[in-house]
């Protein structure tokens, strides 16, 4: 009987060891891939169980969507403010002034410039998508910023590209909880929360970007 007690008691104690092993192997928080019912699910979106080994989703259903460019996380960048990346981006869809050929007559724009930039998530998504239709009916396939032209949806990393990535290293910089989120993901495959367009432009990759910022940081 009393070996067999202290089997047991070693079994436990094995156990024990194994477990607390287990979760100092975790070093992430497992909401990061809480399971979410598929009928809770957006149309664009991809779930946090969608991970395959060693990924995480950048989903908005927890503390890692303040990665996503529709984020409230205000920050400046040459002088202006801006409420996301998400307002930044859509806003140099806009007419500057009334000289820009954007603004012509019989063409409607349903916000100013200064309106979008203080946008957030889907309405500075949805401005955006008003634009490019605008944008489609004059023949347009560029934006500006600070009176520059520059072609929107390249292939290459030009202008807008390096726009795109300032502005993000901007809003780091400026907004703390983002390097530190970004920072906890540390080996982690980093893997967007929505369905992407095929040949997207590289900076839709935002989860790559962030990638690139997170191995810079950790060389430091």
């Known amino acids: 009987m009393l070996c067999s007690s202290l089997r047991m008691r070693s079994r436990i104690a094995v156990l024990s060891i194994i477990a607390g092993a287990a979760v100092i192997a975790q070093p992430y928080p497992a909401r990061w891939w809480t399971p979410i019912a598929e009928n809770q699910k957006a149309s664009w979106e991809i779930l946090p169980q969608a991970a395959g080994p060693g990924e995480v989703i950048l989903s908005k259903r927890n503390e890692l969507g303040v990665l996503s460019n529709f984020a409230a ?23 500057e002034g009334p000289d820009d050929p954007r603004a012509q007559a019989g063409i409607a724009w349903p916000h100013t410039r200064a309106e979008v930039a203080q946008m957030t998530a889907f ?11 605008n944008m489609r009916k004059l023949g347009i396939d560029w934006v500006t910023f600070e009176g520059k032209r520059m072609p929107y949806r390249s292939q290459e990393k030009g202008e807008h ?5 300032a502005a993000m290293r901007a809003k780091m910089e400026q907004n703390p909880k983002v390097r530190e989120v970004l ?10 929360d929505h369905m992407e367009e095929p040949n997207a432009p590289p900076e839709w ?9 997170r191995g810079e940081l950790q060389k430091r």
Request: aromatic fraction near 18%.
């Open 123 to 133: 309405e500075a998504k949805d401005a955006g998508t008003a634009a490019e239709e």
């Open 183 to 192: 920072m906890e993901t540390r080996t982690l495959v980093l893997r967007p």
């Open 161 to 165: 590209y390096r726009l795109i990535v």
């Open 205 to 213: 990759h935002y989860y790559r970007i962030w990638t690139e910022i």
């Open 73 to 95: 996380t205000p920050f400046t960048f040459r002088g202006q403010r801006y409420a996301s990346v998400e307002g930044f981006w859509q806003m140099m869809l806009y007419p």
